[in-house]
């Protein structure tokens, strides 16, 4: 299904319709190969989406397009006329923008200078004029349609606020193509739709717009074309007709996933107290009082906007929140959990959002990283029973399936999937019983994703852990729990049996929340 | 060109432990070489003996604060005010025979008292550290402030004199034919490192420098560990002080202030991440060593103390640039 | 932001809530002769504080200033009397030159290595203090071998003024010198690029590379001026007290980085200020020398100045966390 633009000769110059076109990119790191002969071309004006999913490449593709990276091997046009050695700079010449998903705006000045601040560097000015710098931010707020305060410290603005600063000041460098890394993961319904208004606005300007996500609808919705890469390999593009989600994820995932929706064991557990249970659990405006129970043997989803209160509610349940109200039970007896650690000893365990910042110690060992928590229970006296903490990690690589010869193998050295297998090893080894995981297989790849899903699934059926399970991602809820929650502005606002409910039907209900 | 990666795989080899060690014997070759007669007697080493343990301790006690992702620049503030508190004690319990006949009893006080100055103040850093968030930079350049300021509302300015003998024996002393130093460095640089190893004290230091904030959701006491690694510091440094008072029979506000450099130098120098997560007693002990010989070295050649000082700091800057040059080939 | 929210103000309530404090203790402090004196204490430390608080705005920290400042001024000084030369602007040139070589070589290991700053100023300034005393020497140069020049230069007065007794006492001229490098510094912070680039720097480096800045160009900009700053206040400074000893301004980065961290700079980067910094200084130099009009033993003078350190950074710790909640 390759594509090359229709090429017009007039008076012998080369007029394209394409604005940019890798051909055969291929990029190395380390001789792990990220891209493989890749090509991709996106027209002038158009909405294109680049689907795929996490560590499939994206990244590496958008850094080659921005010139922070440059390819191992293929050619780069733009405007039909060949590239040598991209550099940032060129790039953004070139009229290239990107906007991150961490927005690279600077917190500690004001929202007029962010905004003008580029277009200040762009025309190597040595001197600042600070009423040329409002004039500009003003010319950038009124171009893009909006309303912000220009004398606020950006740093206090919300998310969709930076995001409005971020597209603003793209738009300022005379874009002529806007690459937005999955922009819509931290935005409510409301805050999407005026995202994909402002796109169509600019789009109607002839700048180009590359879409970058990992969400079907999103994509179907709001784009002309879709690419969609796998493992740094181009696997499907065409126009967004041709397309529709089960298509889409059959691409991104190289497989149908047919897989039926957990079902729990009733009769095993049914009537056991709940491993878990709050009632009206407040805290401030993050949490507005949840009754949650979660009994052995169940995966319980919870899915939600960022900022709705989904990551506070698993941070109270693992003690890390004091000063909550409501009651927590665990096993059925009410226990006031404070921190971490009487969290820990109560049977909870924590899988966070983030591995890398949050679940591990990059540059130490396995058999460390495994043990992390179990430390105290190792060493009753003063000192470790290293006999013991040997044999508890080599029990666990070889139970978690992690790929590895050693223990004393760094962390830093392992694939997403096994580094997710550590963290989750690490509470097995505390004896949880209680498993509240928060993105749990974010960057992981298809085969991993589908293995720690097993795994998970297993555990909670033998051992009757309880999970909750915390996911952008609604198809793993919708195949690995049972019930599933709705979460708004810190409350429930829905519950639904897996089985009784579509991928769609939670998609539609989390696009309406406003 | 071709030769650059296997240069850069001979320093990887086995973390710098064997190029540490390759260092010290250069170091030994190339001073032998400049003045054998001198350099190679006893008495130069044993001399050495008495006078690096101070440093040492003050190494690893640095390499402590860093292990945390954090430093101590009070430590010499701790050590000398814990010589003077243990000097100050020894003057109220003077008779007139003298503080020279009072007995061990006497001595065991004065070094519960420099211990304890050193835990108390220790204890200050990481209270300031953990609990009202101040960056140990600033924290730990305050208090060493406030430590040195009272040493010298203390002493009002001139050096406390006048040690017990048994006082002196600490620094003086030998054991078994070996300086009491020495062997006090030797015991307690064994101590630290099996418990860094094989305790989850240690260990858990070695996680919350790496990453703190993992460290919080693995659960571990990274408050609580981060204060205990503060107080072990200060007492480390107490030690130091205590070893310097002996050694010199006297105590100052101002002794050892270029100490605090070295003490840093050696930490680097010994492998340790100043970020945090790194660092082994075996590299800081190496690294004293090889400092001590080296400026043992220059001054048997007669080199000023300052130009040692300027040596330092050159080796300090060259071991960054080298361990900057290892960290890129990986 | 309301204006009463801002550190600069709320600096200079503390610091005029501790001078009537003070006032009221001891009714001398106001008298002109101490005020002068204090403005006078204010010069060098002033001169350095602007250098760290540069260095603090992006993220750094350095110690090796006080080190930079003294073989600037020492090595101008033996370079004078060498080349038998008696002038002020060009010996200034000069140190302000040497600094800033110096100040290169921080740039040149914190850029190009990537370590802390306060590793590679630990080391550099061990390496300048050394060589300058080691090679250079350490003697003293007297009153009566300095260049006049500097010492004249180092006399001037801006206010001259005759008490009862007959003798006179002025405003040095150097505070003007201090006051026109703060203004200066504040206007390059302000209104040009690099000074926006110290700022974003400070904030993200990282996005500030990506948006354009060239950090290798504000990195060196940074340490290369806290360098020249640095030489040219231990020139100054020589002139002031009619002497050059290479052994001065021992410790005084402490009292330096206290002054910039109670003007409300961040050591995390980002925030900072001329003024504010330069209130900072005037609240460290009036504390310290006020001890001795509050009858307080002078010995006390480091605790005091430990103790504020603490508090200071205590407070902006506090203000920070709060910021970023």
């Given amino acids: 299904m390759l594509r090359s633009g229709p090429l017009f000769h007039v008076d012998g110059l080369v007029m394209s319709e394409n604005f940019i076109e890798l051909r055969n990119v291929r990029k190395e790191f380390a001789g792990v190969v990220a891209l493989k002969d890749l090509s991709l071309t996106i027209q002038k004006g158009e909405i294109h989406c680049l689907a795929g999913e996490n560590g499939s490449g994206k990244s590496t593709l958008i850094k080659i397009m921005s010139g922070v990276y440059q390819p191992n091997a293929g050619e780069i046009y733009i405007d039909g006329n060949k590239v040598e050695n991209l550099s940032p700079m060129a790039s953004i010449e070139h009229g290239v923008q990107v906007i991150y998903q961490d927005f690279s705006l600077f917190g500690n000045l004001t929202v007029a200078e962010n905004l003008a601040m580029n277009v200040q560097l762009r025309e190597q000015r040595q001197v600042l004029n600070w ?350 729990c049972n019930r599933i929650v709705l979460m708004h502005r810190g409350a429930f606002v829905e519950e639904m049996a897996s089985a009784d409910t579509s991928e769609d039907q939670i998609s539609d209900k989390l696009k309406n929340l406003t | 060109m071709k030769q650059a990666p296997d240069f850069r795989n001979l320093l990887n080899k086995d973390n710098n432990i064997v190029q540490l060690i390759a260092m010290t014997i250069l170091i030994f070759v190339v001073m032998t070489a400049l003045s054998p007669d001198k350099f190679l007697r006893y008495y130069n080493f044993e001399s050495i003996t008495y006078t690096f343990p101070e440093l040492g301790l003050l190494s690893i006690a640095m390499m402590i604060a860093m292990l945390t992702g954090g430093i101590d620049l009070s430590v010499i503030g701790i050590a000398n005010l814990s010589g003077i508190f243990a000097g100050v004690m020894f003057k109220k319990f003077t008779t007139d025979a003298g503080v020279a006949d009072t007995g061990f009893g006497i001595v065991l006080m004065g070094a519960v008292v420099a211990l304890g100055t050193g835990l108390v103040a220790g204890a200050l850093n990481g209270l300031l550290i953990t609990r009202l968030k101040i960056t140990p930079i600033l924290a730990t350049l305050g208090t060493g402030q406030v430590f040195t300021g009272l040493a010298i509302v203390m002493t009002g300015g001139p050096a406390i004199v006048g040690f017990p003998d048994a006082w002196a024996f600490i620094g003086n002393g030998k054991i078994l034919g070996l300086a009491t130093p020495f062997v006090l460095f030797v015991v307690l640089a064994c101590l630290i490192a099996f418990m860094l190893r094989r305790t989850t004290f240690g260990i858990n230091l070695m996680l919350i420098g790496t990453n703190p904030k993992a460290a919080l959701f693995a659960g571990l006491k990274r408050e609580k560990m981060v204060l205990l690694s503060y107080m072990l510091t200060g007492v480390m440094a107490s030690i130091a002080g205590i070893i310097l008072s002996g050694r010199t029979n006297a105590a100052k506000s101002d002794y050892g202030t270029s100490y605090l450099l070295q003490a840093v130098l050696i930490a680097v120098l010994g492998g340790t991440n100043p970020a945090g997560g790194r660092g082994t007693v075996l590299g800081v002990s190496i690294a004293v060593t090889a400092l001590m010989l080296l400026s043992s070295g220059f001054q048997i050649l007669r080199f000023s103390n300052h130009l040692i000082d300027f040596i330092w700091g050159l080796f300090l800057l060259l071991v960054i640039a080298l361990n900057a040059y290892k960290n890129r080939s990986r | 932001m309301a204006w009463f929210q801002k550190s600069e103000v709320v600096i200079a309530g503390i610091l005029l809530l501790a001078m009537i404090l003070i006032g009221l203790v001891n009714p001398a402090f106001w008298s002109l002769d101490n005020m002068f004196s204090l403005l006078r204490s204010n010069v060098i430390i002033g001169i350095m504080a602007l250098g760290v608080l540069l260095v603090m705005i992006s993220g750094g920290i350095d110690v090796s200033f006080p080190a930079f400042a003294v073989a600037a001024m020492y090595l101008t000084i033996k370079g004078m009397l060498y080349f038998n030369y008696d002038g002020v602007f060009l010996p200034f040139v000069a140190a302000a030159t040497i600094g800033a070589l110096f100040g290169c070589l921080n740039a040149f290991f914190v850029y190009k290595f990537r370590m802390i700053p306060l590793i590679v100023t630990l080391g550099t300034g061990s390496m300048v203090r050394g060589f300058l005393l080691g090679v250079v020497g350490t003697s003293i140069i007297n009153i009566n071998k300095m260049p006049d020049a500097l010492i004249d230069f180092g006399k001037s007065d801006i206010i001259s003024m005759i008490k009862p007794d007959g003798t006179t006492y002025g405003l040095t001229a150097m505070v003007a010198v201090y006051v026109v490098l703060a203004i200066t510094l504040h206007f390059v912070l302000r209104y040009t690029m690099i000074g926006r680039g110290v700022y974003a720097m400070g904030g993200d480096p990282e996005a500030a590379s990506r948006v354009g800045f060239n950090i290798r160009k504000i990195t060196f900009f940074i340490y290369c001026v806290a360098g020249a700053l640095a030489g040219f206040a231990g020139l100054l400074h020589s002139g002031m007290i009619w002497l050059a000893n290479p052994r001065d301004f021992v410790g005084l980065e402490l009292d330096v980085i206290a002054a910039v961290v109670l003007g409300g700079a961040s050591i995390f980067g980002g925030r900072g200020s001329v003024l504010g910094t330069m209130l900072g200084v005037f609240m460290l130099v009036m504390v310290k020398n006020s001890l001795i009009i509050m009858k307080i033993d002078t010995t006390w003078q480091r605790v005091v100045v430990g103790v504020i350190i603490v508090i200071a950074t205590a407070i902006t710790a506090w203000r920070d966390r709060r910021a970023n909640a």
Avoid at chain 1, 142 to 151: A, I
Avoid at chain 1, 330 to 347: E, F, H, W, Y
Avoid at chain 1, 354 to 374: P, V
Avoid at chain 1, 448 to 477: C, F, N, W, Y
């Fill in chain 1, 131 to 480: 009423r040329k710098v409002r004039e500009i931010a003003k010319e950038a707020v009124k171009r893009l349609g909006v309303d912000l305060d220009l004398d606020m410290d950006v740093e206090k603005l919300s998310t969709a606020g930076k995001q409005l600063v971020a597209i603003a000041r793209a738009l300022m460098s005379d874009a002529r193509l806007i690459i937005m890394d999955e922009p819509t993961t931290a935005l409510t319904g409301k805050e999407i739709e005026t995202l994909f208004r402002i796109v169509k606005d600019i789009q109607s300007r002839g700048i180009a717009i590359l879409f970058v996500s990992h969400k079907m609808r999103e994509m179907l919705e709001i784009s002309e074309h879709i690419t969609v890469i796998r493992n740094g390999q181009k696997v499907a593009d065409g126009p967004t007709g041709d397309f529709d989600e089960a298509l889409i994820t059959r691409h991104m995932t190289g497989s149908d996933i047919i897989s039926k929706p957990y079902i729990w064991d009733q009769q095993k557990y049914g009537s056991m107290p709940p491993r878990i249970e709050t009632t009206n659990l407040s805290f401030g405006t993050d949490l507005d009082n949840i009754n949650l129970a979660i009994k052995p043997g169940e995966i319980v989803g919870v899915s939600g906007l960022l900022g709705s209160g989904r990551t506070e509610l698993a941070l109270s349940l693992f003690g890390m929140m004091p000063g909550y109200s409501g009651t927590i039970s665990i096993n059925g007896v009410q226990t006031v959990l404070d921190t971490p650690q009487k969290a820990i000893r109560a049977g909870v365990a924590y899988v966070p959002e983030d591995r890398l910042s949050e679940g591990l110690f990059l540059t130490q060992g396995i058999d460390r990283n495994m043990l992390a928590t179990s430390y105290e229970k190792l060493a009753p006296g003063l000192l470790i029973d290293q006999d013991k903490a040997e044999e508890w990690v080599e029990t666990m690589i070889r139970d978690m399936q992690i790929a590895t010869p050693t223990g004393k193998k760094l962390v830093k050295e392992l694939s997403g999937g096994n580094q997710q297998r550590v963290v989750i090893a690490r509470w097995l080894l505390t004896n949880a019983k209680f498993l509240i995981l928060n993105g749990p297989t974010v960057g992981v790849d298809v085969g991993s994703k589908a293995e720690i899903h097993r795994t998970i699934r297993e555990l909670t059926q033998k051992e009757g852990l309880a999970v909750l399970m915390i996911s952008d991602d609604v198809p793993e809820l919708v195949h690995n």
